[in-house]
């Protein structure tokens, strides 16, 4: 790396340490105005109020790195305008692309790890504050995290019906399982009192099977212990709707590829495991973004409005986003298209307004 690589990587660095800084204790602030007086109602203790906070951390991260990468992109190339050093270097024969590349590089590798975040620290850290507010702050059990009521599942030519779920014992009470053909008729039904996962398989307790395809009729016979075929298992019972955005990738596939399965519709999860991949890489498509705005700016104003820019863009590739992933989760659009689309329009017109900036 070249002394002016290594002067213009530095300069992005301090000054995107201090972007998140901002927008960090920006979120943090927010955030404590919303939560810490739930917290003191419900009288806890300040050690479990600053522990929640700091385990909070990464997920905050996570939502602010890619403003604060924008921020600093354009206030790097503002600062330099504004000292004449991008002229200067011009007048060397250096490109603009040469000039870029240290913080091309910095996105790419920020990408990288704001992907190792996503997928080996937030969601170890969202069990911790998760934890934190539940049981040492509401002073809840920590088996709310489990659906416990009126549970159905579809497995192949199987329909599993339970009353109830009790994660301590891992018992279904009230256990219906409808065999049905490939038409959706029934076939075939067991009741059981009883069903406790071991081993890797429900066994059902007390069950009576009746067979309705018999030349007799209704064929009826009791079994004390039996075996069932099912493809549930206990992270399926878990309730994942609310905090699906802070799960692993492979979290987030096994459970979509398990309701998928069970004849149900996955597009939800599908498509944030494909943001999962496609949001820490807006980090790079921020910095292709930013650097032709940057350029564009006059050296008077240049910071002062690469901060207002910031805010902008920031805004219109979130509003952007979200709409994409709505319709991406209602099944509109494919989960590829509706994690990707906002990369792929903002990187398209990043390339756009690169090539009309004079070089």
């Avoid at 007390?206 to 069932?228: D, H």
Wanted: proline content about 3%.
């Amino acid at each position: 790396m070249s002394l002016l690589d290594r002067y213009i990587a530095k300069t992005w660095l301090r000054l995107l340490i201090l972007s998140l800084f901002g927008f960090i204790g920006l979120y943090l602030v927010i955030d404590m105005i919303e939560k810490i007086p739930r917290f003191l109602r419900a009288e806890a203790g300040t050690v479990d109020i600053l522990t929640y906070f700091i385990w909070k951390l990464p997920e905050i991260v996570s939502r602010t790195a890619t403003f604060s990468i924008l921020m600093a992109t354009l206030l790097t190339l503002g600062v330099l305008s504004r000292d004449s050093e991008i002229i200067a270097m011009r007048s060397c024969g250096i490109s603009l692309l040469k000039i870029s590349l240290p913080m091309l590089t910095l996105g790419f590798v920020a990408g990288i790890l704001l992907f190792l975040n996503a997928e080996l620290l937030l969601p170890y850290t969202y069990l911790k504050t998760e934890r934190i507010d539940r049981i040492k702050i509401k002073k809840k059990d920590d088996n709310v995290t489990f659906k416990r009521n009126n549970i159905w599942f579809r497995s192949d030519s199987q329909i599993l019906q339970a009353r109830m779920f009790e994660p301590n014992t891992v018992t279904l009470r009230g256990v219906v399982i409808w065999k049905v053909d490939a038409l959706m008729n029934p076939v075939g039904r067991i009741d059981a009192d009883t069903a406790v996962y071991q081993q890797g398989e429900w066994l059902l307790f007390a069950a009576v099977q009746k067979n309705f395809l018999t030349p007799v009729g209704i064929e009826t016979k009791s079994v004390p212990k039996m075996a069932v075929d099912i493809n549930l298992k206990i992270e399926d019972l878990q309730v994942l709707d609310r905090d699906a955005d802070n799960m692993s990738l492979f979290v987030l596939k096994e459970y979509a590829e398990n309701l998928k399965r069970g004849g149900y519709q996955a597009y939800r999860y599908y498509t944030l495991m494909h943001t999962k991949i496609a949001t820490p890489f807006a980090a790079l498509i921020m910095v292709v973004l930013g650097i032709p705005f940057a350029l564009r700016n006059s050296r008077s104003g240049s910071i002062t409005m690469g901060i207002g820019v910031s805010i902008g863009i920031s805004f219109t590739y979130f509003m952007v986003n979200a709409v994409l992933l709505s319709y991406g989760c209602s099944g509109v659009l494919t989960p590829v298209a509706a994690a990707w689309g906002a990369n792929v329009i903002f990187m398209l017109g990043g390339v756009w307004m690169s090539m009309s900036v004079k070089g």
